[in-house]
């Protein structure tokens, strides 16, 4: 009886609302379509939850992605093409965000000598320090929205959305 109780608790604790109740719909969706639904509709809960965390540092979470970048490149310039290749979202315009990260300061933009066709980006001192100052945060942040899974869980999960992006499209 005991064990029941806490079953019940948990579940009333942790509601999850499943993806037809959110969507408002009683149609029984088809399994696959399902599952699409439910990462098109995380994807956008997550970044809802991300862009307000980032509101407070006047940054948008493709900036905080290229600042990651270049501080990634540990003081070694990038080009826009490499900044594009590793950035997780790739419909951003990668030219118009540097813009934006070189009037907050937060990165330079040098002609390489040995090539003047060749632009390099690096992160500034102050991009450091900005980055410093909000990663502890962010960090935070990532950890409680993933509070409800169990590290078992967060690497089945992380595991299941690799598969997922090396699916062909051929069956």
Not at 2 to 13: A, M, P
Not at 105 to 116: A, G, H, L, T
Not at 134 to 140: T, V
């Amino acid at each position: 009886m005991f064990v029941f109780i806490i079953h019940l608790y948990k579940q009333i604790l942790y509601r999850q609302l499943k993806i037809e109740d959110i969507i408002k719909t009683n149609v029984q969706l088809p399994v696959a379509k399902k599952a699409i639904v439910n990462l098109i509709y995380t994807e956008n809960w997550l970044m809802d939850k991300i862009n307000l965390a980032l509101k407070p540092y006047d940054i948008s979470v493709q900036q905080f992605n290229v600042l990651r970048i270049l501080k990634g490149q540990h003081d070694k310039p990038a080009n826009l093409s490499t900044i594009q290749e590793r950035m997780v979202s790739k419909m951003s315009n990668t030219t118009r965000l540097v813009d934006k990260l070189i009037a907050k300061e937060y990165v330079k933009r040098n002609i390489c000598e040995s090539n003047r066709r060749k632009v390099e980006i690096t992160i500034t001192d102050k991009g450091k320090s900005f980055l410093d100052q909000i990663n502890p945060k962010m960090n935070s942040f990532e950890n409680s929205i993933t509070a409800n899974l169990t590290n078992k869980e967060l690497i089945i999960l992380n595991e299941l959305l690799n598969k997922l992006r090396t699916t062909t499209t051929k069956r």
